[in-house]
């Protein structure tokens, strides 16, 4: 799944997410869906899932084995990880600049820093980020050690691999990007957003039952007062 920009468009700047994982179709459906699709095609985005496997070594395409100590479970090898990395970054691997963009290496980690607004906002500033999707009992700590810039997490649940903390932090990040939202430029800051409603204006879910009806306000035409009502319910929210 690779994304050639047919056009960039002006005024744009683009970021590119490689991803590292045994199961790269995983990333197929969702990037070619509205706002990604749109994204790539105006060269904001650009995203290649790399599969892991390419890089491991052997006829069985072994990415994984025992863990040291015992255990349950395997646990994903370094040298693939390491093997792709050199590959993806060149000769400019310590100084993570490639051709002058910079770059970001992430693990996914359930002990990593939990991704946030914030976080998402400085992601963004990078040109590149490569994001390494763990799986089984987890990935060598070496990766973290050596080779990962940051840990990343993306809750306290534990999920069976990197792939949807991966297009979670895609669609966190890309939606700071300028022109990916297009029209509809950011509704909420980090505070979140208000609540909304669209039409009908009264909807009876059942007869005889009260109807759900929407704040009058909105309805109100009165710009002030629908913002101050916006603000406040953002506030407890
Ligand atoms: N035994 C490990 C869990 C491994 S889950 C532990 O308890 O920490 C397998 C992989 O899924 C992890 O290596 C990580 O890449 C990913 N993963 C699972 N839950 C995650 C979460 N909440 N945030 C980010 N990545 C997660």
């Not at 490639?98 to 607004?117: C, H, P, W, Y």
């Not at 039952?209 to 101050?228: F, M, N, Q, R």
Request: net charge positive; with cysteine.
């Amino acid at each position: 799944m690779t994304t050639t920009p047919a056009k960039k468009a002006k005024g744009f700047r683009s970021l590119r997410f490689d991803i590292l994982t045994i199961f790269p179709k995983m990333f197929d459906s969702y990037v070619k869906e509205s706002l990604f699709k749109r994204a790539r095609e105006r060269g904001i985005i650009e995203m290649q899932a790399h599969d892991l496997r390419d890089w491991s070594t052997g006829r069985h395409r072994k990415v994984d084995d025992k863990p040291f100590g015992g255990g349950p479970g395997m646990v994903m090898k370094v040298e693939p990880i390491d093997r792709a990395l050199k590959e993806l970054l060149g000769k400019n691997r310590e100084l993570r600049i490639e051709n002058q963009a910079k770059t970001r290496v992430i693990l996914f980690s359930t002990r990593g820093k939990k991704l946030d607004q914030k976080m998402a906002v400085r992601l963004s500033k990078y040109d590149r980020l490569i994001l390494i999707c763990g799986r089984y009992e987890g990935v060598d700590e070496r990766v973290a050690e050596h080779l990962a810039d940051e840990e990343v997490s993306i809750g306290d649940y534990v999920l069976s691999g990197g792939e949807l903390p991966a297009m979670v932090l895609i669609e966190a990040v890309a939606r700071f990007l300028p022109g990916f939202l297009g029209k509809y430029e950011s509704l909420e800051d980090i505070k979140g957003s208000y609540p909304v409603y669209t039409r009908p204006e009264t909807y009876s879910p059942d007869k005889g039952k009260k109807a759900w009806a929407i704040p009058k306000v909105l309805t109100s035409g009165d710009h002030a007062k629908i913002l101050a009502w916006r603000k406040q319910k953002k506030q407890h929210s």
